[in-house]
């Protein structure tokens, strides 16, 4: 496998402008000058997916880079989210379509998108691994792999049904480290155990990481003033042995100026008082008043209006502990729009089964206030 530079550019956060009609799309100016000045510093990695930005992702991908640097220049991932189709005809079509719309010729990394849950099951059903490794003796694939959102369980399941993957992407941040309802720390370690290298998603958590509480903020400036709150989070996953290279999804030119300084030639991994004070900040997260949601899923099982409810109740949380109204909403958006809060009949079902006796019907009310 390739060596290539330690931070990756995921195409799920572009900048977006106000269109004729009132819609919004792709701001390209603004995508080709962040391209720019990625590949400038001597970073080649590009991440999307057949569903980013409403599907438009790819073809943005395809302006933005594939037209103008030469193909040998830089590498594309990107992602078959089997969720999304009717049928395995029409996911395995998304492969062809993500071709035509990216012009890549080809994929540097390839991967089924989001296992974790009941989303994993059309993967296996579709005949997508046999599908993808295909591609891959077709010379259409230089690496296959998958990213999961699921805990170490099934991440240990996934790689003992599929040992042929090249990689795995897993969601690693200092934050969610420990986490019970993450597991990064566990998840990381599955993969290492099975040899694979790691691409990693969310080491900033979706932005948050640059909204600490005062109290937390205040641990990280007194270790080090001259760190930003993202360069902590950056160089917490980068530092990882094993990691092929870490994702952010940027959204303006000055992100990408600064995450290519802190990932760039100076960067250093973290010394353990560094990590250690990391600890420290862990533990004052832990601490704040949440919802106590770990989790386990039992409510899901319970529900007869198939609400999701630990996507709900971490939208909730994410709110409570960073103060991240937008990735607070994009968190709900993304994981609980085909089972909102407002769909709850206040059943108390899902409240008989949680081990944490989370008030959950009054959890969701506000969730749905808030949200939707």
């Known amino acids: ?147 999961i959102h699921d805990k170490a369980d099934a991440l240990e399941e996934a790689l003992a049904r599929h040992p042929e993957v090249d990689f795995v992407q897993l969601q690693i941040n200092y934050a969610d480290w420990e986490s019970e309802v993450v597991e990064s720390r566990k998840c990381y370690e599955v993969a290492r155990a099975h040899g694979l290298p790691v691409v990693i998603m969310e080491p900033i958590k979706g932005g948050s990481l640059v909204k ?73 997260l832990d601490g704040m008043p949440t919802v106590p949601c770990t989790d386990c899923r039992y409510c899901l099982k319970s529900c007869p209006q198939g609400v999701r409810i630990p996507a709900a109740l971490a939208s909730l949380n994410i709110l409570a502990l960073y103060r991240d109204e937008h990735r607070a909403q994009e968190n709900y958006d993304w994981n609980a729009e085909d089972g909102p809060a407002s769909s709850c009949i206040a059943c108390g079902a899902c409240e008989n089964v949680c081990p944490q006796h989370i008030e959950i019907v009054k959890e969701l009310a506000r969730a749905a206030e808030l949200f939707e």
């Not at 701001?27 to 080709?32: I, N, P, S």
């Not at 059903?125 to 046999?130: A, N, Q, V």
């Not at 360069?231 to 990691?243: C, E």
């Open 212 to 284: 600490l509480p005062d109290e937390a903020a205040a641990v990280l400036r007194e270790a080090d003033p001259s760190q930003s709150l993202p360069s902590w989070a950056l160089r917490f996953a980068a530092s990882l042995p094993g990691v092929l290279t870490v994702l952010s999804g940027m959204s303006m030119p000055d992100q990408v100026r600064e995450n290519v300084s802190i990932m760039g030639e100076g960067f250093a991994p973290l010394s353990d008082a560094e990590l250690d004070a990391l600890a420290r900040v862990r533990a004052i």
């Open 1 to 147: 496998m390739d060596k290539i530079g330690r931070l990756g550019f995921g195409f799920m956060r572009l900048p977006e402008v106000e269109a004729a009609d009132g819609s919004k799309e792709i701001d390209l100016d603004q995508v080709k000058e962040m391209v720019d000045l990625f590949m400038d510093a001597g970073f080649t990695y590009f991440d999307t997916a057949r569903g980013y930005h409403g599907c438009r992702s790819e073809a943005a991908l395809k302006a933005a880079l594939v037209d103008r640097y030469p193909r040998e220049s830089f590498q594309i991932a990107t992602k078959l989210p089997a969720w999304m189709a009717k049928d395995a005809d029409e996911a395995r079509a998304m492969f062809d379509t993500s071709l035509e719309q990216t012009g890549a010729g080809y994929f540097d990394y390839y991967l089924l998108h989001n296992l974790g849950e009941d989303l994993t099951a059309p993967f296996e059903e579709y005949g997508l691994w046999e599908f993808a490794l295909r591609k891959k003796e077709e010379g259409l694939i230089r690496n296959f792999g998958f990213s």
